[in-house]
């Protein structure tokens, strides 16, 4: 079973600055890696698929990249809207255990 | 527009058991692998389980592997997940989610639905 690492798990930033979230996989998920976004009461939100792809909608803040065990979103300057907590996923279903984005 | 609505979910005794369903809407459903992913209090995500379109290919996590079942209707665009001999670490939200055609991600999610198992 390959398990994804979220690192780290609390991120404290403060608005307009740039979130750099990991995650890593216990073996190769190759380029099958997605990005999920929820807030407080609400559904997970996909962001990124196929480790770098946004997904319908997504803006442009936000980007993924990586390949292979090794996989960062990236948030280029963090809206108020932004602070949630972020899953990944790989290609076998199983999630990361999250990072929660939180204001500094 | 895509709609997931899940509904069935409650309070049960433990080794009791219950059946979600989720009611799809907006897309042609029979074409979509569907998903069921839980959400334990305070917790991360955790997938449970994924049915193909014509139900062909069925999987579970295995943490509920023997215990509950996966099945779909396609004449009546419904998702169901019934839960037997159930614990309390099955308590959570649950959720449909749509897994996008031939991938392993999943575009849209309903809203969930609360399932505790307690005494």
């Known amino acids: 079973e390959i398990v994804l690492t979220q690192s780290p798990a609390t991120l404290s930033l403060s608005p307009g600055e740039r979130a750099t979230l990991s995650c890593r996989a216990s ?3 190759s380029s099958y890696l997605a990005w999920y976004q ?3 009461g609400q559904a997970p939100r996909l962001l990124i698929y196929d480790a770098s792809n946004r ?3 997504i803006p442009a803040r936000f980007s993924g990249s990586g390949s292979g065990t090794d ?3 990236t948030i280029s300057s963090l809206e108020p809207e932004d602070f949630a907590v972020y899953y990944c996923q790989q290609r076998s279903y199983t999630f990361g255990q999250g990072t929660k984005l939180e204001i500094k | ?3 997931l609505v899940e509904s069935g979910g409650g309070l049960v005794k433990p080794g009791g058991s ?3 369903s989720c009611a799809a809407s907006g897309f042609t459903f029979s074409s979509y692998s569907m998903n069921w992913v839980r959400q334990a209090p305070g917790k991360g995500l955790e997938w449970v389980s994924s049915i193909s379109s014509s139900s062909s290919y069925i999987y579970y996590a295995d943490s509920v592997k023997g215990r509950f079942t996966i099945s779909r209707d396609n004449a009546k665009n419904s998702l169901y997940l019934q839960m037997n001999s159930l614990r309390a670490e099955d308590t959570a939200v649950y959720y449909c ?3 996008t055609i031939f991938t392993y991600y999943f575009d849209y999610w309903g809203q969930g639905t609360l399932v505790t198992v307690s005494s």
């Open chain 2, 97 to 99: 989610a749509r897994e």
């Open chain 1, 55 to 57: 997904a319908t909608g």
């Open chain 1, 38 to 40: 929820q807030k407080p």
């Open chain 2, 1 to 3: 527009e895509v709609q």
């Open chain 2, 18 to 20: 219950l059946r979600l």
């Open chain 1, 71 to 73: 996989f960062t979103l």
């Open chain 1, 27 to 29: 073996q190769s998920v």
